[in-house]
């Protein structure tokens, strides 16, 4: 699973890497967490606000910080 968090490098961006590499940790997953910052690839994701989570290149969130249990969620419902 490779995970990405696309944003400039806000704080809520290094939230949103900081509370994924926990969970993944924590439940003990086969993923690596990437740090996007790149404007135009954020822009070729589609996404309106920043931070935004896409998992197996698939944008799942966008414009805010899930808390630890939709963080869960998240990764636990998208396949591998």
Do not use: F, H, S
């Not at 509370?19 to 070729?44: F, H, R, S, W, Y």
């Amino acid at each position: 699973m490779v995970i990405k968090i696309l944003g400039t490098g806000c704080a809520n961006c290094k939230r949103v890497k900081a509370l994924a590499v926990q969970v993944v940790k924590e439940l003990n997953l086969d993923a690596t967490v990437q740090e996007v910052t790149d404007i135009p690839t954020i822009m070729g994701y589609g996404i309106m606000a920043t931070p935004g989570i896409v998992i197996n290149e698939k944008v799942v969130g966008y414009g805010g910080v899930p808390n630890r249990r939709q963080m869960v969620q998240l990764l636990k419902n998208t396949p591998a």
